[in-house]
């Protein structure tokens, strides 16, 4: 615990930042608190660049660069007190169940997860038309493997959800919805699936 600040947590996050409105990176996040991030990473930024972070989980973050560390950078959130508070809590309930945060969901209700299959889907883009299928799918985003190449904060329609794609993992894209499933999807989890599929059965 920190006497001036909040308590950290180890952690392994995948993200995407986009510094300065302009400029896309592919990171980890190795240390968090609900006040800030250490992020390891190859590129060079600048103090006081502005941040937006897509988490792995669906969190999307933002703040400055406050400081270089030895192999990336620290960053200082700025987030209301509210959201502030219900990520020190998420922090702590992951950590307690997992040891280390390993995915970032800053609203609990939202967390479980489906496993997509095998099934193939369409998906409609900015450039047109893809096929690829989903890994898994949630109220607040989903995973889409696909061949194509989809850039980072570009649209993509998938049945009836349209998203943002917030981060690449090879040829894995992370999706953030723009808005959720459906309240009544999720009593059911199965139904997540075929609330994408509807469109592309």
């Not at 917030?166 to 199965?190: C, H, L, S, T, W």
Request: proline share 0%; glycine share 10%.
């Amino acid at each position: 615990m920190e006497r001036r600040g909040h308590q950290r947590f180890e952690g392994r996050i995948r993200g995407s930042l986009l510094i300065n409105e302009s400029r896309h990176l592919q990171v980890r996040i190795s240390d968090l608190s609900a006040s800030g991030l250490a992020v390891e990473c190859e590129e060079n930024v600048d103090i006081g660049d502005t941040v937006v972070a897509h988490l792995d989980g669906g969190a999307r973050l933002e703040g400055r660069v406050v400081r270089q560390l030895e192999n990336g950078f620290a960053i200082k959130l700025a987030i209301t007190q509210t959201k502030q508070q219900r990520l020190a809590e998420t922090l702590q309930n992951a950590a307690e169940q997992d040891g280390q945060v390993n995915r970032l969901n800053l609203n609990r209700r939202l967390a479980n997860r489906v496993t997509g299959g095998q099934r193939r889907m369409t998906a409609q883009t900015e450039n047109g038309t893809v096929e690829g299928r989903v890994i898994d799918v949630s109220l607040t985003g989903l995973a889409f493997e696909t061949q194509a190449e989809l850039a980072l904060e570009s649209w993509i329609e998938i049945g009836r959800m349209r998203g943002v794609v917030v981060r690449r993992d090879e040829n894995i894209y992370g999706v953030q919805f723009a808005g959720g499933i459906a309240k009544g999807v999720m009593d059911e989890p199965a139904l997540m699936l075929s609330a994408l599929a509807r469109k592309t059965a």
